[in-house]
């Protein structure tokens, strides 16, 4: 019966299977390979230990783009969170069209972040933008994008929120919606304020749900390539360059095959550390789905 | 007692409008731009009121053919990508179900934890293999490439929409002589469409958006539409912003009508992505 079971069973996880361990799994490993040896094209790969990561981690355009990706991560995706959270309450207060006003707030999920990066480009546009205009008319400051690294940095994160908010608010809001609404009533009759109800009631149920929208947040921010190659190809002078950027560069423009694949595994531990609180939460509830 | 609540009102409406403007502005002016006659584009002030002309949309026809050739590439990739991914999304995710003991879970952990790893760290090695079994620039890689990263997320999904399917009627067309796979075909597949429609609406998103895994291993004949409008915006003698305009509205239309008509989809398999993987 086992046997058969398993002989039955295989063919149909084995495509899942086969996909992740040749795409994912074996050019991972064979990455550390690249990581510990120099090679360039057409030259046999030289064993050199941990020579890449040092050079790698000794690099000051390495230390900037790390320093970038970890303001970009820490700024957009608390930003994020707590714009997310407020929206999930105020979806949850009742509003008139809701299923209308949540398609309108998931359009953004739709767009990709090349198209993302035209829009932000010509809104922000340092001569005639609509935003950089109504910027000044509201005699603001502007966005000189182009030639401010940290300007650059803040148009960067904007344009990450603006993709990824749904994302997270959707997690918040079905959070708040599986809230009974019991609770509130009991906590009203026990007199809470409303902000007492969201101090006791709401923020302690949706604590897994933060935790989850979070670590997705994290470890999805932290590979950023994309919105930054488009919007500042890392310039002026490296100085807008995240982790992803300084890989390709390594490894795309500069033929460094060892160096680049020191940062990937430097990428992937990271992404592991991040994610291993998570990994943790999630074994216990597999094991509670098992039980 | 009257009046706080027109206060809370007042604040609500005040708050929603933020958010539309917010979430729909920058996809109106690209569309609204696409529309306008090339000097009034970057006329200061902005200009609101003009006359519509289809002038961008013509000259992307007769200037940037190639991208047309990139929809057309993007089409075929994402439908390769999207039923390569459902398909062994559905058959795993059925087996998940099913089965539970230590092999079966640890190896859902192992799903999980593969989707830590970041795309661009299998492009090093992955890039000369490519290259070197000829598949560089082909519309077969990047399927596998988009199909890949999603079908652990697409299996964990699966599982949860397949979990709610009861057990009795796989048991009962079992006894009725019917094997694995025509159960899979007959029972689960048709019971489990909304979450196979929730994978596929993922998968066909990321792949007819995707920038990295489509700048990295296309070069012409499997260039794909964001490819295309990136060149687009990298060039060199100067952006023709009108022609970008038009190019960003025709490939942003169709997917954004795909998401606002599959938006309780996408709700519940970012809900159930989220808590269950």
């Known amino acids: 019966m086992r046997s058969r079971n398993i002989a039955q069973t295989l063919p149909l996880i084995a495509p899942v299977h086969i996909l992740i361990l040749s795409v994912i799994v074996i050019p991972s490993l064979f990455v550390i390979w690249l990581s510990i040896t120099k090679s360039t094209y057409g030259q046999a790969p030289t064993f050199v230990g941990l020579e890449n990561y040092f050079q790698v981690l000794s690099d000051p355009a390495f230390r900037s783009a790390l320093w970038n990706t970890v303001v970009i991560v820490v700024f957009a995706v608390h930003i994020e969170l707590a714009v997310g959270l407020l929206m999930a309450l105020l979806f949850a207060s009742g509003l008139p069209f809701r299923r209308f006003l949540l398609v309108a707030v998931l359009a953004p999920y739709a767009v990709s972040e090349v198209i993302a990066v035209v829009m932000w480009r010509y809104l922000f546009d340092p001569d005639a933008g609509p935003v950089t205009l109504a910027l000044k008319g509201l005699g603001l400051p502007i966005l000189d994008w182009a030639y401010e690294p940290s300007h650059a940095m803040i148009l960067i994160g904007l344009l990450t929120i603006w993709l990824h908010l749904p994302f997270t608010f959707i997690i918040l809001y079905a959070a708040r919606l599986a809230i009974p609404a019991d609770l509130y009533e009991a906590a009203r009759i026990d007199g809470a304020t409303p902000l007492q109800a969201f101090r006791r009631v709401t923020l302690p149920l949706l604590g897994p749900a933060i935790v989850v929208a979070l670590l997705f947040r994290y470890i999805f921010a932290f590979r950023i390539f994309s919105e930054v190659w488009l919007l500042t190809g890392g310039g002026p002078a490296r100085s807008t360059e995240v982790v992803a950027v300084y890989l390709y560069q390594e490894a795309f423009s500069y033929n460094a095959f060892g160096t680049a694949a020191a940062t990937a595994w430097i990428m992937v531990v990271a992404s592991l550390l991040l994610a291993a609180g998570y990994v943790l939460l999630l074994r216990r509830q597999v094991t509670a789905n098992a039980q | ?277």
């Open chain 2, 1 to 277: 007692m009257r009046n706080s609540r027109l206060i809370t009102g007042a604040g609500k409406a005040v708050a929603v409008a933020a958010l539309l403007v917010w979430s729909l502005l920058p996809i109106a002016f690209i569309v609204m731009s696409s529309l306008k006659p090339g000097r009034d584009i970057f006329a200061v002030p902005t200009v609101y009121v003009f006359t519509p002309t289809f002038q961008h949309y013509a000259s992307l026809w007769t200037r940037w053919g190639q991208f047309f050739d990139g929809l057309l590439n993007s089409t075929v990739i994402t439908a390769g990508a999207t039923a390569l991914a459902v398909v062994a999304s559905t058959c795993a995710g059925y087996v998940y179900s099913r089965n539970s003991g230590r092999f079966h879970d640890a190896s859902v952990m192992f799903l999980i934890v593969v989707r830590l790893i970041p795309p661009i760290v299998v492009t090093l090695p992955l890039f000369p293999i490519v290259n070197a079994i000829g598949l560089n620039d082909t519309h077969v890689v990047l399927m596998v490439l988009y199909a890949t990263f999603f079908v652990s997320l697409g299996t964990v999904l699966m599982r949860t929409f397949i979990d709610q399917i009861p057990r009795e009627l796989d048991e009962a067309a079992e006894i009725d002589g019917a094997g694995r796979f025509t159960i899979l075909r007959r029972v689960i597949v048709p019971l489990a469409a909304p979450g196979i429609i929730a994978v596929a609406v993922f998968v066909v998103v990321f792949a007819w958006n995707e920038f990295l895994f489509a700048f990295i291993f296309t070069a012409t004949n499997a260039k794909t539409a964001p490819l295309v409008i990136s060149e687009m915006l990298g060039s060199m003698d100067g952006v023709d912003w009108g022609i970008l305009f038009a190019a960003s509205t025709v490939q942003l239309a169709p997917v954004l009508l795909f998401v606002v008509l599959m938006n309780r989809y996408l709700v519940a398999g970012l809900t159930a992505g989220a808590t269950k993987g």
